[in-house]
Nanobody, 122 residues
C-alpha cells in the first residue's frame, strides 16, 4: 500500500510562488498516476492537476492553467506542484492522491495524503 505525505505549504503574498511536494512510500509509485486536489473552507474538494505514471501527459483545472505545473521524479518517489502567480483564491488545503488508472477520474483515486495548507495573502 502506498502512503503519501505532502510538504511545502505555507503563507505567501499574492503573486508569489510555492512548490509542493508529495513523497510516496512503496515500490509501486512509478506505476501510479498522481493528482493534486485542493479544498478551501466551506467548499468542496476540487481537482487541480494530474500526471500519468510516466510523466508524459498531464492535465489542469482551468483556474490554474498557465500558473501551476505538475511534475514527478519516479527515482525519488515524489510528485511536485509548482505554483506561480498565486492568488488569494488559491488558498486551500492541498492534497495529493494516487491511482492505478492511466488518467483517473476523481472516483478512481484510492490513496490520499493528509494535505498541506497554502495561504495566499492579498
Amino acid at each position: 500500500q502506498v502512503q503519501l505525505v505532502e510538504s511545502g505549504g505555507g503563507l505567501v503574498q499574492a503573486g508569489g510562488s510555492l512548490r509542493l511536494s508529495c513523497a510516496a512510500s512503496g515500490r509501486i509509485f512509478s506505476s501510479l498516476a498522481m493528482g493534486w486536489f485542493r479544498q478551501a473552507p466551506g467548499k468542496e474538494r476540487e481537482f487541480v492537476a494530474a500526471i500519468t505514471w510516466n510523466g508524459v501527459n498531464s492535465k489542469y483545472a482551468d483556474s490554474v492553467k498557465g500558473r501551476f505545473t505538475i511534475s514527478r521524479d519516479n527515482a525519488k518517489n515524489t510528485v511536485y506542484l509548482q505554483m506561480n502567480s498565486l492568488k488569494p483564491e488559491d488558498t486551500a488545503v492541498y492534497s495529493c492522491a494516487a491511482s492505478s488508472a492511466t488518467m483517473p477520474r476523481l472516483d478512481e483515486y484510492d490513496v490520499w495524503g493528509q494535505g498541506t495548507q497554502v495561504t495566499v495573502s492579498s
